[in-house]
T-cell receptor
């Protein structure tokens, strides 16, 4: 169990550029979640996958944001035409969903995005 | 959606003191987790405790689901306990977590 990993750990970009983040969940975890945390706040849910299916998207996820989990393993989160308001820590979590049970989520170290 | 309130928002302790952090939530839940966020932003899992009581070393937690609150106890606090403590819940029927605003704990030597 190597834990959830995220890359890059830090990203600085100019307004209007596109950025992509990657998350590798704990192996055999079939659920993968993306959250966003701004300064002084708790993380907020963005979207989640069960295997390769995207099951829920928050209203926070504007049409500039897209997430994929093509083979049910790693996931990518892309932000197009970045804005200064997108500056935040982007956190990924994974859990093992078993029948009838909601399981503990484990978080990665996050990707800190700064939009200049 | 479900509301999560944590108290106190800030707490300053002398090393060796005990403390209790509280988490109130507005609806029934199927998941409740306590996290410690370190200075680098990593969320460290402390407890998965949708109901009942658990202990891990100097830390323990109790969730009374019927009364919609959870408590995190820290005994004999150490400077390394400093940081932000978050409570997060998943509303019944959902799996996504809703976080409180956290309790910022500072333990001084």
């Amino acid at each position: 169990d190597t834990g959830v990993s995220q890359n890059p750990r830090h990203k600085i970009t100019k307004r209007g550029q596109n950025v992509t983040f990657r998350c590798d969940p704990i192996s055999e975890h079939n659920r993968l979640y993306w959250y966003r945390q701004t300064l002084g706040q708790g993380p907020e849910f963005l979207t989640y996958f069960q295997n390769e299916a995207q099951l829920e998207k928050s209203r926070l996820l504007s049409d500039r944001f897209s997430a994929e989990r093509p083979k049910g393993s790693f996931s990518t989160l892309e932000i197009q035409r970045t804005e200064q308001g997108d500056s935040a820590m982007y956190l990924c979590a994974s859990s093992r969903r078993t029948s009838g049970s909601y399981n503990e989520q484990f978080f990665g170290p996050g990707t800190r995005l700064t939009v200049l | 959606g479900i509301q999560v309130e944590q108290s106190p928002p800030d707490l300053i302790l002398q090393e060796g003191a005990n403390s209790t952090l509280r988490c109130n939530f507005s609806d029934s839940v199927n998941n409740l987790q306590w996290f410690h966020q370190n200075p680098w932003g990593q969320l460290i899992n402390l407890f998965y405790i949708p109901s009942g009581t658990k202990q891990n070393g100097r830390l323990s937690a109790t969730t009374v689901a019927t009364e919609r609150y959870s408590l995190l106890y820290i005994s004999s606090s150490q400077t390394t306990d400093s940081g932000v403590y978050f409570c997060a819940v998943a509303e019944s029927g959902y799996s996504t977590l809703t976080f409180g605003k956290g309790t910022m704990l500072l333990v001084s030597p």
